[in-house]
């Protein structure tokens, strides 16, 4: 089992910045493959970023490319979400998800474990 928390989230300006972290426990935490989703109201959940377990690759969604960065800490069972220069596109609840396979994937159904999720807010 792996559990995940995620923090970081509120409201910015658009234009401004957010770091989004998610800590994960357990045993097999830092040997999953990790990524960061999101889901607007009245829209379907989408694929943000993922990172592998070693941190050495990551993949984005196309459209966020340069302005979200996704990396963790394996010391500290955290995987962050840096993102700036943010939009009124941008707001949602974001969620970190754990693969247990270590390599990283787009599609959510491919991950094991999710957080709760942080709301993020973009004032413009």
């Known amino acids: 089992q792996v559990q995940l928390v995620e923090s970081g989230g509120g409201l910015v300006q658009a234009g401004g910045s957010l770091t989004l972290s998610c800590v994960a426990s357990?045993?097999?935490?830092?040997?999953?493959?990790m990524g960061w989703f999101r889901q607007a109201p009245g829209k379907e959940r989408e694929f943000v970023a993922a990172i592998t377990s070693s941190g050495g690759r990551t993949d984005y969604q196309n459209s966020l490319k340069g302005r979200f960065t996704i990396s963790r800490d394996n010391a500290k069972n955290t995987v962050y979400l840096q993102m700036i220069s943010l939009t009124p596109e941008d707001p949602a609840v974001y969620s970190c998800a754990a693969r247990t396979h270590g390599v990283m994937s787009a599609p959510a159904l491919n991950y094991d474990y999710w957080g709760q999720g942080t709301q993020v807010t973009v004032s413009s």
């Open positions: 357990g045993r097999t935490s830092s040997r999953c493959a």
